[in-house]
């Protein structure tokens, strides 16, 4: 993702820094790049985001989880049942280098929702993220579900990225 972060920023003459939008799974990977990369990330838009991999494939929380992907989650980080609980490479457990590198995150979540449910992932990021020196900008949806995704009306959203370009 980096070299092509870099590829793209040399042939278009892009900015160095990226909005980064993670839907569902993809707050996974937005928010390990930015903990990995944060000199090259603007902004976190995270949408319903899965934040620990326990929650969401995992379902050893409140959410149902998917045994397929569970299964393929371990065999990627290395892991087995037993050693995740002590896993350490969740978005959560990565929090600090994109606090200090002053990264805002706009965090968009259905309070409704079972598949990732808000109390494992986005309300903890909610919490910790400030306690770090960073900065989260929360919008919870009422009554809203898993999907659909974003907002009706977008201009929050362009808004919270163009402030922070």
């Known amino acids: 993702m980096e070299r092509f972060r870099a590829s793209v920023v040399r042939a278009f003459g892009l900015s160095p820094k990226a909005a980064l939008f993670g839907f569902s799974r993809g707050g996974l990977y937005a928010f390990n790049y930015a903990a990995a990369h944060p000199e090259g990330v603007s902004s976190l838009y995270l949408d319903a985001p899965v934040l620990d991999i326990r929650s969401w494939p995992g379902g050893l929380g409140e959410g149902p989880g998917d045994r397929s992907c569970w299964e ?37 979540a259905g309070d409704a929702d079972e ?27 009422p009554g809203v579900a898993h999907h659909p995704h974003s907002l009706e009306d977008p201009a929050p959203i362009a808004a919270f990225v163009e402030r922070n370009e």
């Not at 990627?76 to 929090?95: H, I, Q, R």
């Not at 903890?124 to 919870?140: S, W």
């Open 115 to 141: 598949v990732v449910p808000f109390a494992e992932n986005g309300a903890r990021l909610e919490r910790r993220y400030p306690e770090l020196g960073g900065f989260v900008e929360t919008v919870l949806k």
């Open 72 to 108: 393929e989650c371990l065999a990627v980080y290395g892991l087995t049942m037993e050693t995740a609980a002590a896993f350490d490479g969740n978005p959560l457990d990565s929090l600090g280098p994109v606090a200090e590198a002053g990264i805002p995150i706009l965090l968009i």
